[in-house]
């Protein structure tokens, strides 16, 4: 369990996760070798990426980089991330066999929910932190009246966070954040615009560094 509890204090640590979902697992290479440069250490690969396993594998063998696998529905799928080097498990919902698998393995297991019911859920079900997804059709509101009810629970807002309102989740109580398409746009990714998604990296973590100093 001491294990477990470190490697979330790593992924929480981290404060905003690149939520890696592309059409291809070669844009999602490039995705992650160029926010690296912008400053992540941390990174989410969704299984919906084609390849991801295998991409998992490849990037969980690179120093200081701390890399989680997400989109994950299956325990036959936990099983298979875990093996490859997955740091991290993230569900988008409720999923008990998931639950079971990281918690034989020892891996932090991260489950989305919305309501009330479906966080007490997913604690249950094994989650060592929780997904507020998709936060954008919440907003940190949401997240505050969660915390009143919930306030030893790690939560992770993940869905429509930018550099714009990434302030109000943690004023709100988001014990780290996941951004996916606001940070990993697969248009400036096919054009080759690195520094475009530098310059895009680099200003969401000014924005969290603004937000917790």
């Not at 490039?30 to 594998?57: C, D, N, Y």
């Not at 093996?83 to 990281?102: L, M, N």
Request: charged residues 15%.
């Amino acid at each position: 369990m001491s294990h477990t509890i470190s490697l979330l204090d790593q992924v929480i640590g981290t404060g905003v996760v690149p939520v890696i979902r592309t059409a291809t697992q070669d844009s999602a290479r490039r995705s992650v070798a160029w926010l690296q440069e912008a400053g992540f250490k941390t990174f989410e690969i969704t299984m919906t990426t084609p390849g991801a396993a295998e991409l998992i594998a490849e990037l969980a063998k690179l120093p200081d980089l701390l890399i989680g696998a997400g989109t994950v529905f299956t325990d036959q799928e936990a099983d298979r991330v875990i093996g490859a080097g997955a740091k991290f498990v993230v569900s988008p919902c409720v999923t008990v066999e998931v639950g079971a698998v990281c918690r034989r393995q020892g891996v932090p297991c991260l489950m989305g929910t919305l309501t009330p019911t479906e966080v007490f859920q997913a604690l249950r079900a094994g989650a060592d932190a929780v997904k507020i997804f998709p936060a954008s059709s919440v907003g940190p509101g949401h997240l505050k009246a969660l915390r009143s009810v919930f306030p030893a629970v790690s939560f992770m807002p993940t869905g429509g966070i930018d550099a714009t309102n990434l302030a109000g989740w943690f004023q709100a109580g988001a014990a780290c954040v996941g951004v996916g398409g606001r940070l990993v746009d697969e248009n400036l990714i096919a054009r080759g615009d690195r520094l475009a998604v530098i310059a895009a990296g680099r200003q969401l973590l000014d924005s969290y560094r603004a937000a917790t100093s």
